[in-house]
């Protein structure tokens, strides 16, 4: 799974990168957080947590403009996706993460992986290995955090997928009136990462970003074309700090390489070789 990832670029980055023609990260969009998002959204953010919002890519049409071009947008959506039909915000919880295997048959997914699927831009993202053979207090497996990113230094475009949630109880004109919220695609980790954990973000590739974001395409076999994809080699992971753990941790600091004397148990991704202790 995906459950913290690291996003330090700032909108007008992002827009560049990611040829935007329009950014919405300026405007007033509901968040379900009980207090303020620290750093805020849209700041660069070292240990992106679920409930937050985060910037995303998408491509819509203007709203009441039937036959008006496509747009690619930069919005700022909360993670952990609520369905339409949800009774509530708390859905979302369960939801940042959606299996490539079966996201085209599962109801809370299948009709956003036809008509509303998204990118969201990362450095990288964190996963936890558990030691087999380093244990904690408790006597269970150790686990160590590990920060995986692009091993040529580019941009990571997780596949993503979002949906819309109206709020009844607030009037038509309030900006809270709607909640939009996004999830992140997994698939199976590709060797070397699988040491690490069994899962991993389904990352694409710039030449696939076009037709990922199209509106129009509503074909389940070029969308599942998508979701098998997988081109090995491409990451690299280091150990880092146990601070990520926390989500009130922050900053550069979080993704810099562990020291030697912070590493118990832990099992190299590249060589399987079990370092430290």
């Known amino acids: 799974m995906c459950g913290r990832y690291a996003a330090s670029a700032r909108p007008d980055e992002l ?38 919002q985060a910037p995303v890519v998408l491509t819509r049409r203007p709203r009441g403009i039937d036959d008006a071009a496509p747009t690619r947008q930069l919005r700022l959506l909360t993670w952990g996706l609520v369905p339409s039909w949800a009774k509530d915000t708390k859905t979302g919880l369960r939801m940042i993460n959606a299996r490539a295997e079966s996201v085209l048959g599962k109801g809370a997914f299948a009709k956003a992986a036809l008509a509303r699927r998204c990118i969201v831009p990362a450095d990288g993202w964190y996963e936890w290995q558990k030691s087999p053979t380093a244990r904690d207090a408790k006597g269970k497996p150790r686990k160590q955090p590990f920060y995986i990113h692009r091993a040529d230094g580019a941009t990571v475009a997780f596949a993503g997928l979002y949906e819309f949630w109206r709020d009844r109880s607030v009037p038509d004109d309030d900006p809270a009136a709607w909640l939009t919220t996004f999830t992140i695609i997994t698939t199976e980790a590709e060797p070397g990462l699988d040491r690490i954990h069994d899962r991993q973000p389904l990352v694409l590739e710039p030449a696939q970003w076009r037709q990922w974001l199209d509106p ?51 099992v190299d991704p590249m060589t399987g070789e079990v370092i430290g202790g």
Do not use: C, Y
């Open 15 to 52: 827009v560049e990168e990611f040829d935007v023609d329009e950014d919405h990260t300026g405007e007033p969009s509901r968040s379900i957080l009980r207090t303020p998002q620290d750093p805020p959204p849209g700041q660069p953010d070292w240990n992106m947590a679920p409930s937050k």
């Open 216 to 266: 129009d395409e509503h074909d389940p076999d070029a969308v599942r074309r998508f979701l098998e994809f997988a081109e090995p080699g491409r990451f690299e992971a280091h150990p880092v700090g146990r601070a990520v753990g926390s989500t009130s941790a922050n900053g550069p600091l979080l993704v810099e390489p562990a020291g030697p004397e912070e590493l118990d148990g832990v």
